[in-house]
């Protein structure tokens, strides 16, 4: 079965600090990995996703599959990143169809 | 990007009655949403997969009778919590499928409180 772990529940880090979101997976197939945000008041939205190796608000992740994680890093944090952030693992069951399996949440609290 | 409705925002009902949340789809069609049930501080879990014309595919554990899930149409999926308890109180969210694997549009959240 899939799973996705996500240890911390709260991060707070300075304003300019370096940020690290962990997240470990367990997963039998190919993984395709995720990450969610969710700022206050606001619904959840994907932030980005590990095949298009992209960086998006100056985060970055990458699938590392040896030690089955998909950590999200941000080497100087801002006010704005503190939200709720979620890492998702995709679970496909033919015919393009695919359901998200959500890890339990990091609340990132950046401090000015 | 594509934007995902939700109605009601939070409904407050009495035990033992029924209560129904729609998900629209405003600007696009959805042949495949997602209702989600999240627990305070806890993560989402996945409840049931929409199809459009199509009966919903329920995650183990989750009872098909308790939630009634109808895709009649490509823009509305509803849920529909029958003879609500105490437990059912929760937050729903609902998502549609985007374009790109993985990719997900949700709703605001609709959180019911049972008495």
């Known amino acids: 079965a899939q799973r996705v772990t996500q240890p911390e529940k709260l991060l707070s880090v300075f304003k300019g600090a370096p940020v690290e979101l962990k997240c470990n997976y367990s997963y039998s197939g190919s993984p395709e990995l995720f990450w969610y945000v969710q700022y206050s008041r606001q619904r959840l939205q994907l932030l980005l996703r590990?095949?298009s190796r992209e960086s998006i608000k100056g985060f970055t992740a990458d699938l590392n599959k040896g030690e089955t994680s998909f950590h999200l890093k941000k080497p100087f944090a801002q006010e704005e990143d503190s939200a709720m952030y979620y890492c998702?693992?995709?679970?496909?069951?033919?015919?393009?169809?695919?359901?998200?399996?959500f890890g339990k949440g990091t609340k990132l609290s950046v401090i000015p | 990007g594509a934007v995902v409705s939700q109605h009601p925002s939070w409904v407050i009902c009495k035990s033992g009655t029924s209560v129904k949340i729609e998900c629209r789809s405003l600007d696009f069609q959805a042949t495949t949403m997602f209702w989600y049930r999240q627990f305070p501080k806890q993560s989402l879990m996945l409840m049931a997969t929409s199809n459009e014309g199509s009966k919903a595919t329920y995650e183990q554990g989750v009872e098909k009778d308790k939630f009634l899930i109808n895709h009649a149409s490509l823009t509305l999926s509803t849920l529909t919590v029958t003879s609500a308890h105490p437990e059912d109180s929760s937050f729903y969210i609902c998502?549609?499928?985007?374009?790109?694997?993985?990719?997900?549009?949700f709703g605001e959240g609709s959180r019911l409180t049972v008495l």
């Open positions: 590990h095949i």
């Open positions: 998502s549609a499928r985007g374009l790109q694997p993985g990719e997900l549009f």
């Open positions: 998702a693992l995709a679970r496909f069951s033919g015919a393009g169809s695919y359901q998200l399996t």
